[in-house]
């Protein structure tokens, strides 16, 4: 791994998202819009939102990271420039991981603005420390960048890559917890819910609204997450070679 290349691969990324305003507004507005809505669907009913927003708070930004990612390197692939840019002495591992600094800043920015809103305009009441939640937050973000550039190796077209988000994303939502208690589904699905990373992305979040205390399940949640994420990681840079048809 070469850092300057690694570095140059980020700011080109950035500068790209820099000139797509949609794109832009896809992950830093959304989520927040999102979650807005959530609040005043629920406005006679503040506990429902108190119960269910923090998890939300994760899951959103999740969404839309692996919908854009996966459909950028979707793009690198096969537009060919994935392929010249491995006939550099560009590394798998220095693209991976300027593109993972360059979501990495985004889902930054992406968890600092929907931690303020949720938690200052829209009221959101959670017991356990604000810096910690905005750090799920983050994490949930990064995590939803990783699995989109894994699963972009599977799809020839940037239709294909939007068809990931039911097949990928969907099932673990309804898997989650957030619905059902995970302990109240039925064997099968118990066992399935613990091997899916959005069901401790979400627990991390249940636990942060509902005491104060950095317990162990929390860290390994976190832990788990992060795991993860480095997996995936991994696994897209087995997926590039050199060359993309």
Same mark, same amino acid.
């Given at each position: 791994?070469?850092?300057?290349?690694?570095?140059?691969?980020?700011?080109?990324?950035?500068?790209?998202?820099?000139?797509?305003?949609?794109?832009?507004?896809?992950?830093?507005?959304?989520?927040?819009?999102?979650?807005?809505?959530?609040?005043?669907?629920?406005?006679?009913? =503040?506990?429902?939102?108190?119960?269910?927003?923090? *998890?939300? @708070? /994760?899951?959103? =930004?999740?969404?839309?990271?692996?919908?854009?990612?996966?459909?950028?390197?979707?793009?690198?692939?096969?537009? /060919?420039? @994935?392929?010249?840019?491995?006939?550099?002495?560009?590394?798998?591992?220095?693209?991976?991981?300027? %593109?993972?600094?360059?979501?990495?800043?985004?889902?930054?920015?992406?968890?600092?603005?929907?931690?303020?809103?949720?938690?200052?305009?829209?009221?959101?009441?959670?017991?356990?420390?604000?810096?910690?939640?905005?750090?799920? *937050?983050? /994490? #949930?973000?990064?995590?939803?960048?990783?699995?989109?550039?894994?699963?972009?190796?599977?799809? !020839?077209?940037?239709?294909?890559?939007?068809?990931?988000?039911?097949?990928?994303?969907? =099932?673990?939502?309804?898997?989650?917890?957030?619905?059902?208690? !995970?302990? $109240?589904?039925?064997?099968?699905?118990?066992?399935?819910? #613990?091997?899916?990373?959005?069901? %401790? $992305?979400?627990?991390?979040?249940?636990?942060? $609204?509902?005491?104060?205390?950095?317990?162990?399940?929390?860290?390994?949640?976190?832990?788990?997450?992060?795991?993860?994420?480095?997996?995936?990681?991994?696994?897209?840079? $087995?997926?590039?070679?050199?060359?993309? *048809?």
């Amino acid at each position: 791994m070469n850092t300057a290349r690694t570095l140059a691969t980020a700011r080109r990324v950035l500068a790209q998202l820099r000139h797509d305003p949609r794109t832009l507004a896809l992950l830093l507005v959304v989520p927040c819009l999102l979650l807005t809505l959530l609040r005043y669907m629920y406005d006679d009913q =503040p506990l429902v939102f108190d119960r269910i927003g923090a *998890a939300l @708070l /994760g899951i959103f =930004p999740l969404i839309v990271m692996f919908l854009v990612t996966s459909v950028a390197m979707l793009r690198e692939r096969t537009t /060919g420039t @994935l392929e010249r840019l491995l006939t550099m002495p560009l590394g798998k591992a220095d693209l991976l991981l300027g %593109y993972a600094l360059a979501f990495g800043a985004v889902a930054l920015v992406q968890a600092a603005l929907a931690s303020v809103l949720t938690l200052g305009l829209l009221g959101l009441d959670v017991a356990g420390p604000t810096w910690l939640l905005f750090a799920v *937050a983050l /994490g #949930d973000g990064l995590l939803g960048m990783a699995l989109g550039l894994l699963v972009s190796a599977f799809a !020839r077209t940037e239709f294909q890559a939007v068809q990931f988000l039911p097949a990928v994303i969907l =099932p673990q939502l309804l898997l989650c917890g957030l619905f059902v208690p !995970r302990s $109240a589904m039925a064997a099968p699905l118990r066992w399935a819910s #613990d091997v899916l990373p959005l069901s %401790y $992305a979400v627990d991390a979040m249940d636990h942060l $609204a509902a005491g104060p205390d950095i317990t162990g399940a929390l860290v390994r949640d976190l832990v788990v997450i992060g795991g993860c994420v480095l997996l995936a990681l991994a696994l897209g840079a $087995a997926t590039l070679r050199r060359r993309t *048809a």
